[in-house]
C-alpha cells in the first residue's frame, strides 16, 4: 500500500475518447480533415434532415478492432448500435450513436510501467464506437451563439479502463502508453491538441479495507499534464471534504486549467435519463472470423513487443529500448538508421541508439523540431556512426561533425572532408606529437611518476589538442602508456 | 376525357396520342380545384407539374417507353421532394423545402412519372382517420346510403393519397404504412394498397416515424397498377442500411398466373369478434378462391392480440427519437418567444407538434425511461420476436398467404373520430400492424361493399418477399369482386 496518499486509498478509472482515423465521419461521406472553416464538412445526415439515414463507415469498424487487438481484447462477433437521446443544439438528431449494450470489444488490457520499473496491468472493460457531436460556439457575439457541425458524426471509440489505477501517475502512464498503442496501430492520430484524445476521469477516495467512495467523474481533459493536474487537485479535494466530514456527492466536474482547479457541473441528480435503445436505422455489425483474422494479419508490431526486439536484436538496454519506442516514428528511424550503416553490428545499433537519445533528442528539443523537421535524414546520423566505427572520425570530431549536419544540412562525409577532420590514425605522426607533449610538460611528467596518475588525461587533452583533435584517442592512450612506462 | 382512367390506359393514351401528358395535367389540376373541398392535396406548384408533363411528352415524342412516363402521380407529404415544400403535415415543417429528392420519389422520377403535388396525411403519419393534418382533415369522396349529409374520414394516415386516387385527382399516389398507413385508407376508399416486406422501398428521404416498421408503398386503382407502381418505388438502396439488396421482379408477370394449388390461411384469432359483413365478405373471397382453385386452410396465430399492444409501444419509442430533431433550432419552424434553450426547444415543440404527435412523444418517452423500458419496450421486442415465430412457423410453413380482414369496420364519421379515444382510434390498425411488426408484405383489396354502401377491402399477407403471390391472388379477387362495378353503386360528391 505504497500509494496510499495521507492514509487514503485512491481508485482512478479512465474512459478515452480516440477520434478514429478515418477519411469520412461514421455514418456519412463528409470529410473528417481539421480545421476546415465551420459548416463546411456536412451532409444533410450530418444535420439530421428529415428522412436522412445512417450508412457504416466499415472503416471505423476495422480500426476499432484493430485497436482493440493492441489492447489484447476480445472482439465481439456481434455488435450494436444503439441511440443515446438527449437534447443539445449541436447535437442535432436529438440523440447520439453509440454502443451501450453490445460493445465491439470487451476486456482488454495495457501494461504501464511505474516508478520502480516493475509493470503493472491496467484492465480495459469495453470499447465502443460513437459519433461525435458539434461544437457549439458562444463566444463570437454577445446575443447569438453559433454551431459548427462539421465534427458531428466524426467517429470515436471510447476506450473504458476499469478502477485499476491508484494514482495520477498510473493514470498519466496508462494515457500515454495508450495513445502510443493507439498511434502504433494507427487508429488514432491522437493530437490531444486537435482534441483527437479526450480524456473522463473517474476518481474515488477511501480507507484501505473500507468500500469504494463515491466517485466524481471530471470531463473532457485534454491533455495528459491536465489529467495529472486535475486528478491531483481532485484527490487534495475529497480528501479534505473527507476530513471536514462534508459528504462527498456522485457529481460531474470540470477541470479549469487555467486555475489547476475542477468544478462541479452538475450532480448525479440532474443527470439526464438517456433512454438508450437499439438503432432502428442500422443492422447489427456481424463480424466475420475471416475478417478479423485479416485485420489480425494487418497488425503491425505493438510497443512492447518492439521494445523486446530491440533489446534482443539490437541489445539495447531496457531503459533506452523504452526511449526508442516510446513513438513510433522514432522508432521506426532507429531501424531505418540501423539498416543504413554499413556494420549493422549491434555495436552500430547502440551507438545509432546513443546519438538519437543524447544528441538528436537533445536539439529537437533545443529546436523545437520533430525527426521530420531536424533538417537532415536519419541515413546521415548512421552515415556519422559508420565513420567512427570505422575510425574515421573520433567521437569528439563526431560531435562537430553533427553540429554542423544539424546547421547546414550536409552529408557527415562531405563535411569531414570540408573541414578535413579525417582522424590521424597514422602512429607515426602521433608518436611525434605525444613524444613533444611529453618533453614539454617535464613537471607533470615527474608528478605523474611520483604516483598522480589522474595527469593521464591531461597529456591525452595535450596531445589531442596539438593533433587539433583529430588524433585517433586510442593510439594515443597507447602512445601514451607506452612512452609514460619507458620514462 | 375518361374518368378514373389507369396506368396503362393512360401509357395507351398517350403513346396512341389521343391526349398528352400536358392535358391530362391540365385535367387533373382542374379537378383538384373542383374537388378543393376534400383537402387531398397541401402543396401544388402547378407550373412544375405542368412543365414536368410537357417535358414528358416531348420524351415520348421522341419515342421514349418507361413503364410510368408521363403519367402524373400524387406523393404522400412524408416523401422529401426536391424544391417542393415537404411538411408530413406537421406545422414544425411548415416551412421545409427539401434540397434532396427521396429514393422512392426518384424512382419514380426514373421511371417517367410527373408529380402533381403533394398529399395530405395525419400529422408525421399518426392516426388512423387523416385527422391529425395541421393543413386540416382530408375526406372520404364517399357517402354511406343512410347517412348520405355525414363527411366520413378517407382512413390515415395516408387519407390524402387515397382520397387523391379514389376521387380520380391523379392516376395512382405513394403512401407510407408503419401500422396500416396505406392498407385501412384504402380499403376504406375502395382502392389497392400494398405495404411491401420491410426493406423492399428505400426509407431513404423519407420522413421517418417508426424506423423498423415505415414502408413505402403505393395506392392505387387496380391491382396491376399497384404492382406497376411497387416495381418502381422499390429496389436495393445503399443509402438505407435497412433496405434489402434483393431482385425486383416485375410484378405484372404474376397477375395473370394461375393460382391453383395455392394455400390459402385463414387464421382464426383474426376472426374473433369480427362483424357479420366481415365474416360475410371473407367466406365470399373464400369461395372465390377455391373456385380458382386454391386450398383454403384453418391456421391459427396465437399472438395475434399482442401485435397492437407491442406496436404502441415500438412505434411511439422510436417516434419519441426520430421526432427529436425537429427542436427549432435549424429547419424548424421556430418560437417567437424564448429566453434560453431549454424554452427554445420546449415552446418551437409544444407549438409545433399537435396534440396527437405530443401523445406518441410522451408514450415513447415514457417507455423507453430508466425503471420502465425492460416492463415495456423489451417486453415489446420479444412479443415481436415471438411474433415473426408465429408467422413463419403456423402460418408461412403451411400456407402461402394469409387472408384476413383490413379494418373492423367501414369508413368511419369525421365527428365520430373527434369524438372517439385514442385507444379506440388505434383499434383500427388491429389487422394491419401485425404485417408491419413481423415485417412481411401485405396488401388491402378492394371485394365488396358494404349494406351501407361502402367499400370494403380484404387483406392478404404474405412471407417475406412473397409479394409476386400477393398479386397474384389479389388479382383473383379483384376479378371475382369486380369492384370497377360495384364503384358505380357507391354515393360519390
Redesign the interface.
Known amino acids: 500500500m505504497e500509494n496510499l496518499v495521507k492514509g487514503w486509498e485512491v481508485i482512478i478509472g479512465l474512459e478515452v475518447h480516440a477520434q478514429i482515423a478515418t477519411k469520412s465521419k461514421l455514418f456519412s461521406s463528409s470529410p473528417t480533415a481539421y480545421g476546415a472553416d465551420p459548416n463546411t464538412q456536412v451532409s444533410?445526415y450530418d444535420?439530421?434532415?428529415?428522412?436522412?439515414?445512417?450508412?457504416?463507415n466499415e472503416n471505423a469498424i476495422d480500426q476499432a478492432v484493430k485497436s482493440g487487438l493492441g489492447f489484447k481484447g476480445t472482439i465481439n462477433n456481434i455488435s450494436r448500435f444503439d441511440?443515446k437521446?438527449y437534447?443539445y443544439?449541436d447535437l442535432?438528431?436529438?440523440?447520439q450513436i453509440s454502443q451501450l449494450y453490445y460493445p465491439i470489444v470487451t476486456d482488454g488490457h495495457i501494461d504501464i510501467e511505474l516508478q520502480d520499473g516493475t509493470t503493472k496491468r491496467i484492465n480495459i472493460e469495453r470499447i465502443h464506437i460513437e459519433q461525435d457531436a458539434g461544437k457549439s460556439i458562444h463566444d463570437l457575439s454577445p446575443e447569438f451563439s453559433y454551431?459548427d457541425l462539421n465534427r458531428s458524426g466524426v467517429p470515436l471509440m471510447e476506450i473504458v479502463s476499469k478502477p485499476d489505477m491508484r494514482s495520477p501517475y498510473e493514470a498519466m502512464q496508462y494515457v500515454k502508453k495508450l495513445r502510443n498503442i493507439l498511434k502504433y496501430v494507427g487508429s488514432s492520430d491522437c493530437n490531444m491538441e486537435r482534441g483527437n484524445l479526450r480524456v473522463d476521469a473517474n476518481i474515488s477516495i477511501h480507507k484501505p479495507g473500507e468500500p469504494f467512495g463515491k466517485r466524481a467523474e471530471i470531463k473532457n481533459i485534454n491533455s495528459i499534464r491536465f489529467l495529472g493536474q486535475a486528478l491531483e487537485y481532485e484527490i487534495e479535494r475529497q480528501i479534505i471534504a473527507h476530513e471536514m466530514g462534508e459528504e462527498i456527492v456522485q457529481e460531474t466536474r470540470l477541470f479549469d486549467s487555467s486555475t489547476g482547479e475542477t468544478r462541479s457541473m452538475r450532480s448525479k441528480e440532474d443527470a439526464a435519463?438517456y433512454?438508450?435503445?437499439p438503432d432502428?436505422?442500422?443492422?447489427p455489425v456481424i463480424l466475420s472470423e475471416e475478417r478479423i483474422e485479416r485485420l489480425k494479419a494487418e497488425m503491425p508490431e505493438l510497443p512492447d513487443e518492439k521494445k523486446q526486439r530491440f533489446m534482443s536484436e539490437y541489445g539495447l538496454k531496457a531503459t533506452d529500448a523504452a526511449v526508442l519506442i516510446d513513438d513510433k516514428e522514432i522508432a521506426d528511424c532507429f531501424e531505418r538508421a540501423v539498416q543504413a550503416s554499413k556494420f549493422k553490428s549491434s555495436e552500430t545499433a547502440k551507438l545509432i541508439a546513443n546519438w538519437m537519445i543524447s544528441e538528436l533528442f537533445a536539439i529537437l528539443n533545443k529546436e523545437n523540431k520533430t525527426i521530420d523537421t531536424v533538417g537532415f535524414p536519419i541515413e546521415y546520423l548512421a552515415e556519422l556512426v559508420d565513420l567512427i566505427v570505422d575510425k574515421t572520425i573520433s567521437g569528439k570530431i563526431a560531435k562537430t561533425v553533427f553540429a554542423e549536419m544539424v546547421s547546414t544540412s550536409h552529408k557527415p562525409s562531405d563535411i569531414v572532408k570540408e573541414l578535413g577532420l579525417v582522424q590521424i590514425q597514422d602512429e607515426g605522426v602521433i608518436r611525434k606529437v605525444v613524444e613533444e607533449v611529453l618533453t614539454k610538460n617535464p613537471a607533470q611528467v615527474e608528478q605523474y611518476k611520483a604516483g598522480k596518475t589522474q595527469l593521464f588525461g591531461f597529456f591525452v587533452g595535450q596531445s589531442m589538442k596539438a593533433l587539433q583533435g583529430k588524433g585517433n584517442p586510442e593510439t594515443i592512450n597507447k602512445l601514451l602508456q607506452e612512452l609514460l612506462r619507458q620514462i | 376525357m375518361k374518368n378514373y382512367l389507369t396506368i396503362s390506359e393512360v401509357r395507351k393514351g398517350l403513346k396512341s396520342k389521343e391526349f398528352s401528358s400536358h392535358e391530362l395535367m391540365q385535367h387533373y389540376l382542374k379537378r383538384i380545384k373542383d374537388y378543393s373541398k376534400l383537402n387531398a392535396y397541401v402543396t401544388i406548384d402547378e407550373d412544375k407539374a405542368l412543365a414536368s408533363a410537357q417535358q414528358a411528352d416531348g420524351r415520348i415524342a421522341k419515342g421514349e417507353d418507361l413503364p410510368l412516363l408521363g403519367v402524373p402521380i400524387a406523393v404522400k407529404d412524408l416523401f422529401c421532394t426536391k424544391g417542393i415544400r415537404t411538411t408530413a403535415c406537421s406545422k414544425i415543417l411548415s416551412e421545409f423545402v427539401p434540397e434532396y429528392e427521396s429514393t422512392v420519389t426518384q424512382n419514380l422520377l426514373n421511371n417517367g412519372s410527373i408529380f402533381i403535388g403533394k398529399t395530405n396525411m395525419d400529422e408525421f403519419a399518426m392516426g388512423s382517420a387523416n385527422i391529425t393534418s395541421c393543413f386540416g382533415a382530408c375526406f372520404l369522396p364517399y357517402r354511406k346510403k343512410s347517412k348520405p349529409d355525414m363527411e366520413l374520414v378517407p382512413g390515415g394516415s395516408s387519407g390524402g393519397s387515397a382520397t387523391a386516387v379514389a376521387s380520380d385527382l391523379c392516376v395512382a399516389a405513394t403512401g407510407s404504412d408503419t401500422g396500416g398507413s396505406i392498407r385501412q385508407p384504402a380499403a376504406f376508399s375502395g382502392l389497392v394498397g400494398i405495404k411491401p416486406t420491410y426493406g423492399l422501398c428505400s426509407r431513404w428521404g423519407m420522413v421517418a416515424f417508426a424506423s423498423s416498421l415505415d414502408q413505402a408503398g403505393p395506392l392505387t386503382k387496380t391491382v396491376e397498377d399497384a404492382a406497376i407502381m411497387l416495381k418502381a418505388m422499390a429496389g436495393h438502396d445503399p443509402k438505407d442500411s435497412t433496405s434489402e439488396n434483393v431482385e425486383i421482379p416485375d410484378y405484372t408477370t404474376f397477375l395473370d398466373q394461375s393460382v391453383k394449388g395455392m394455400k390459402i390461411g385463414i387464421a382464426k384469432e383474426y376472426l374473433e369478434g369480427l362483424n357479420a359483413e366481415n365474416l360475410a365478405l371473407l367466406e365470399k373471397v373464400k369461395s372465390w378462391l377455391k373456385d380458382a382453385g386454391c386450398e383454403i386452410v384453418e391456421v391459427s396465430l396465437k399472438t395475434t392480440s399482442y401485435a397492437l399492444p407491442a406496436y404502441y409501444i415500438i412505434a411511439p419509442a422510436e417516434a419519441s427519437s426520430n421526432l427529436a430533431r425537429y427542436d427549432g433550432v435549424r429547419y424548424t419552424k421556430r418560437a417567437e418567444s424564448f429566453s434560453n434553450i431549454d424554452e427554445l426547444y420546449i415552446n418551437s415543440r409544444s407549438e409545433g407538434f399537435g396534440e396527437e404527435v405530443k401523445r406518441r412523444i410522451l408514450t415513447g418517452t415514457y417507455v423507453l425511461s430508466a425503471g420502465y423500458y425492460d416492463a415495456y419496450y423489451t417486453q415489446a421486442l420479444k412479443i415481436q420476436k415471438m411474433i415473426k415465430e408465429d408467422f413463419r412457423d403456423n402460418a408461412f410453413a403451411k400456407v402461402d398467404l394469409i387472408l384476413c380482414p383490413t379494418t373492423p369496420s367501414t369508413a368511419f364519421g369525421i365527428e365520430e373520430s373527434a369524438n372517439m379515444s385514442p385507444v379506440d382510434m388505434y383499434l383500427n390498425d388491429v389487422y394491419t400492424v401485425n404485417a408491419n411488426i413481423a415485417g412481411l408484405p401485405a396488401i388491402s383489396v378492394p371485394a365488396g361493399l358494404s349494406k351501407d354502401g361502402l367499400p370494403m377491402g380484404v387483406q392478404l399477407i404474405g412471407n417475406r418477399f412473397a409479394e409476386g403471390d400477393i398479386f397474384k391472388v389479389s388479382h383473383v379477387i379483384e376479378k371475382s369482386a369486380n369492384f370497377a362495378e360495384l364503384r358505380k353503386e357507391i354515393i360519390t360528391i
Open positions: 444533410f444535420a439530421a434532415m428529415p428522412g436522412m439515414l445512417p450508412v457504416l441511440r437521446n437534447f443544439p442535432p438528431s436529438g440523440y454551431i435519463d433512454r438508450y435503445f432502428p436505422d442500422l443492422k
